[in-house]
């Protein structure tokens, strides 16, 4: 039996929907022809197509495929898609279906919250980083040659529907990246979690689904709670930022060979440093994190092709840069965080190495 965790965000207008877990996609398909909606749009990418063809062969139901891979998160794709979808007679009583992984998500979630003022669009998240965290949220948003994510927007999709059975199909790299995000919510969050997380390595690693229903179904709990208290991404959101100060300014440097799950990871490593030499985390929380990331093939150091100096430096061109002053989330135990620790470049390079 599915289960639902309902995400409320009542602003202005009420934005609250539900994440059902552990359909299958046929019953995912069955869902979406009950939303009383004219045409019905799938956004999907050129891996995830071929996968899912058959289930949205139906009249009701128009698939439209971008090439896979992040450059497809583009303005060109964004163009292409709306002239599609306006030749095909998109309106308002529309419905868009965000079919795939991050990518596409947070593409065909800005297509929908821009074409017409804004039509309504559903997620089926199909990476495990995609369930457990791009779909949950309402940032959607397209890339731009100066960086990741610089045009989008918050928009909240009207339901998120997680089939565990799409991640049997999903190479193992794209799983350990999802893995990765996992881990920080329980570091960050929820220390029992992170006792499972331990303790289930070969389950989890073997994608067992019973086991991979709990943890994702917790994740969704942890998403959707700090999502609640703050919609708009003020300041506890950036609880979710642990590992990702550093880890964007590796996957930066790498020109994002190295890919974002990995980068969180050493970044992680390299944050839950600082934390314990800062004195707010005990060494042996830290000495465990790096124990669970490796448990899960993970990477825990900086590659040796890549200078401290220039991630220090990196880290200035983050969001969350004021005055020079870079503001981390550090932890002060597994499962607890700690929001805004402003450091300056030096003080947080001297923390890192020391
Ligand atoms: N909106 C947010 O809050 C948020 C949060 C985190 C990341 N993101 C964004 O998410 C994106 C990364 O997402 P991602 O890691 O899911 O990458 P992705 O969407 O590029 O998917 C990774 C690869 O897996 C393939 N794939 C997807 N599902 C599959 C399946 N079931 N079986 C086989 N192959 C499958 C894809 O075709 C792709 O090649 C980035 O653009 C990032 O900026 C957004
Ligand atoms: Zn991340």
């Not at 059902?20 to 009950?34: D, N, T, W, Y």
């Not at 570091?187 to 690693?205: G, R, T």
């Amino acid at each position: 039996m599915p289960t639902k965790v309902r995400v409320r965000l009542r602003g202005v207008i009420d934005n609250s929907y539900d994440i059902v877990i552990g359909i299958k996609i046929g019953g995912i398909v069955h869902g979406l022809l009950e939303f009383p909606s004219l045409k019905k749009f799938v956004i999907t990418d050129s891996n995830v197509g071929p996968l899912y063809r058959t289930y949205f062969k139906r009249p009701d139901f128009h698939l439209l495929t971008v090439p896979a891979g992040e450059r497809s998160k583009s303005r060109r794709s964004k163009e292409l898609l709306e002239n599609n979808l306006l030749a095909l007679g998109a309106n308002r009583d529309s419905l868009i279906v965000a079919l795939g992984g991050g990518m596409v998500g947070d593409l065909a979630g800005f297509v929908a919250a821009t074409l017409l003022r804004g039509i309504p669009y559903i997620q089926i998240p199909t990476t495990l980083l995609a369930q457990v965290d791009s779909s949950i949220g309402g940032k959607v948003a397209i890339d731009h040659p100066l960086g990741k994510n610089l045009i989008g927007a918050f928009y909240q999709p009207q339901k998120v529907y997680i089939d565990i059975g799409a991640l049997k199909t999903l190479p193992d790299r794209e799983f350990s990246n999802g893995l990765a995000e996992v881990i920080k919510y329980a570091a960050i969050l929820d220390s029992e979690l992170f006792d499972e997380l331990e303790q289930k390595q070969s389950k989890i690693l073997s994608r067992d689904e019973k086991s991979l229903l709990n943890i994702i179904k917790r994740c969704c709990e942890l998403k959707k709670s700090v999502v609640e208290e703050d919609e708009k991404e003020t300041d506890y959101r950036r609880i979710l930022n642990f590992g990702h100060t550093i880890g964007h300014a590796i996957e930066r440097l790498s020109k994002y060979r190295i890919p974002h799950g990995q980068a969180v990871a050493i970044g992680m490593v390299a944050e839950s440093t600082m934390s314990s030499h800062l004195g707010i985390l005990p060494a042996r929380h830290a000495e465990r994190i790096t124990s669970l990331l490796k448990m899960y093939n993970l990477p825990t150091e900086i590659p040796s092709t890549i200078k401290l100096e220039a991630i220090m430096r990196a880290t200035l061109q983050d969001k969350k840069v004021h005055r020079g002053m870079t503001h981390y989330t550090l932890l002060e135990r597994i499962g607890r965080a700690r929001v805004g620790v402003r450091l300056s470049l030096k003080q947080a390079r001297l923390l890192v190495q020391s």
